[in-house]
């Protein structure tokens, strides 16, 4: 069974910073594209950032300068390191792992953003 393990949320002030981690197996981590999203109450899922083809990346506008997205190859590792942060970054946070047409997602991780 695929999984994604997520870690990395919780209660921040606005103006501060989280860290998001995203284990995976090696096979998951060598062969998919991996990338974050996030979700709203009352909101759509939507992309924050990912990796693309080979080491680009795509971030979504409302984060770019802020967010970054990396991977740590030996670990098999994605993390989403999150400064800067506003109450409207709110949300649930999830993992993803997307080949062709097969794509996997984590339990998600909880961040709240304090005003």
């Known amino acids: 069974q695929v999984q994604l393990v997520e870690s990395g949320g919780g209660l921040v002030q606005a103006g501060g910073s989280l860290r998001l981690s995203c284990a995976t197996s090696?096979?998951?981590?060598?062969?998919?594209?991996m990338g974050w999203y996030r979700q709203a109450p009352g909101k759509q899922r939507e992309l924050v950032a990912a990796f693309t083809s080979g080491a680009s990346t795509n971030y979504a506008d409302s984060v770019k300068g802020r967010f970054t997205i990396s991977r740590d190859i030996a670990k098999n590792t994605v993390y989403l390191q999150m400064n800067s942060l506003k109450p409207e970054d709110t949300a649930v946070y999830y993992c993803?792992?997307?080949?062709?047409?097969?794509?996997?997602w984590g339990q998600g991780t909880q961040v709240t953003v304090s005003s």
């Open positions: 090696r096979s998951i981590f060598n062969n998919y594209a």
């Open positions: 993803n792992a997307r080949y062709i047409l097969s794509e996997y």
